[in-house]
T-cell receptor, first 115, second 113 residues
């Protein structure tokens, strides 16, 4: 079974631009979460989607948004990029068959560099 | 590696020794805890989890201990191998926020051959 895939793996943008990152969860997984990882702040939760609805949201500005499609694939968007948005963006999926907390499987991440 | 913090606590052990990595969690309402391993250039990889109704759980070469009284979690790795070298993160979650994991800062484990 294929793991979580994220595209692109690497991305370079300039300040003020916007970016869209994509995540394909493991087949059958219904929950997709996004995290930002930086050396200074570590791994921080961005948001989580379940059945095309945002279920949880972390403490990030409105420039960060996301969505989930009917096939559970998810995208996140960052508008008006700032230098501080440079980070590894990780996507994780989980099955949640019984609605209980479930193991999250992470993708390899997208390395975003903002110049 | 690209995902490692500049000033992560580091644990250096000899190959074959046992390793103990500690973590203090923040929310007394958290009821699900996970340990992840992250190698350079990769996403976090699940190692073992434990729910708050347990205080110990064992896997293959790994044991997680949970002390809810002092909000402390530990990961024990038996017979540490060079392939165990990575950054280890603990994460916590509560039932009301199923997809929202709160991660610790991480500990870098370095195994000397």
């Amino acid at each position: 079974k294929a793991g979580v895939t994220q595209t692109p793996r690497y991305l370079i943008k300039t300040r003020g631009q916007q970016v869209t990152l994509s995540c394909s969860p493991i087949s059958g997984h219904r929950s997709v979460s996004w995290y930002q990882q930086t050396p200074g702040q570590g791994l921080q939760f961005l948001f989580e989607y379940f059945s095309e609805t945002q279920r949880n949201k972390g403490n990030f500005p409105g420039r960060f948004s996301g969505r989930q499609f009917s096939n559970s694939r998810s995208e996140m968007n960052v508008s008006t990029l700032e230098l501080g948005d440079s980070a590894l963006y990780l996507c994780a999926s989980s099955l949640e068959l019984a609605g209980d907390v479930d193991e999250q499987f992470f993708g390899p991440g997208t390395r975003l560099t903002v110049l | 590696g690209e995902s490692v913090g500049l000033h992560l606590p580091t644990l250096s052990v000899q190959e074959g020794d046992n390793s103990i990595i500690n973590c203090a969690y923040s929310n007394s309402a958290s009821d699900y805890f996970i340990w992840y391993k992250q190698e350079s250039g990769k996403g976090p990889q699940f190692i073992i989890d434990i729910r708050s109704n347990m205080d110990k759980r064992q896997g293959q070469r790994v044991t997680v201990l949970l002390n809810k009284t002092v909000k402390h979690l530990s990961l024990q790795i038996a017979a540490t191998q060079p392939g165990d070298s990575a950054v280890y993160f603990c994460a916590e979650s509560n039932g009301g926020s199923q997809g929202n994991l709160i991660f610790g800062k991480g500990t870098k484990l370095s195994v000397k051959p």
